[in-house]
């Protein structure tokens, strides 16, 4: 059983992973905020899963602080893992590093231009990471769009409560697209890199990326409440206007394209992701049966 040190345990996507795993490794977890960091011992352990960060503020953070937390705990702690002789170290990176809202899809080989603190220091992680590579110490970046599930926070559950409680929404025709990834789907990606003891770059996502106006219906469906969406005019106009970031959200787009990723981690004969979009949407609602 391959044993893993794994940060953030108690966060989302931390938590998923502990719960779901535990059968098939050994896991240990190590917290930056209460654990004495020169006390870590890494000696005879197989793989570090760093999830753990700042994570993205909408009103912005010191990026002082995005680079002590993101950029210097996660260095400190490759470079103890190298040095421990760790093979594999996993990093959860975001698609920020390439900057923000988008008409073409992103991909691997976007080139990437962060515009913000957050962005800015998750690529230079990445940068510094790479440098530590070697035939013995393995790096795996893991690129994110937004990540949801049972227990979500922030927009998505925002979004959730305003469908619960308004009957008619403004958000009729929006035709962007915007890439999402299940929280199933995105533990299903690490372990996947895991078994294979793969390196590089990986952006993982759903299947298919949804509008706004789809991903209202299907969460409404999974709420089994029945929601009308229409179109006011000029209301796209005021809210760019009154509520920029909001607007970028809700009727930009934000897509990523998974080939690559896909290709290098599936098995021959798989047909797809453990999760559609459509269960995806359910479980964040109802919970995994």
Known sequence: MKKIVLT???????????????????IETFSFLRDNFESLNLNGVDIVLHLSALVHQMSGADEDEYSRVNVEQTLNLAKKAKESGV??????????VYGEESSEPYSEDTPCK????????????????????SETFKVAIVR??????????????????LIRKVPILPFGSIENRRSMIYIG???????????????GVFLVSDERALSTSELIELISQALDKKVYLIKVPFFESLLR????????????????????TISKLLENGEKGLPYSVEDG???MIKGEE
Request: no cysteine.
């Open 281 to 283: 949407i359910k479980f």
């Open 87 to 96: 093979g594999q170290f996993i990093f959860m990176s975001s698609v920020k």
């Open 185 to 199: 789907n995105l533990n299903f990606f690490i372990d996947r890199i895991i078994e294979k003891k793969e390196s």
């Open 114 to 133: 962060p515009e913000d603190g957050y962005g800015k220091s998750k690529l230079k992680a990445e940068e510094e990471l790479q440098k530590l590579e």
């Open 144 to 161: 994110t769009p937004i990540v949801y599930g049972e227990g979500v926070k922030a927009n998505i559950k925002n979004l959730v409560n």
């Open 241 to 260: 206007l009154a509520k920029p970031s909001f607007h970028k959200r809700l009727f930009e787009s934000l897509e990523v394209s998974n080939k690559k």
């Open 8 to 26: 953030g345990a108690n966060g989302f996507v931390g938590s998923y992973f502990k719960n779901k795993y535990a059968y098939k490794y050994n």
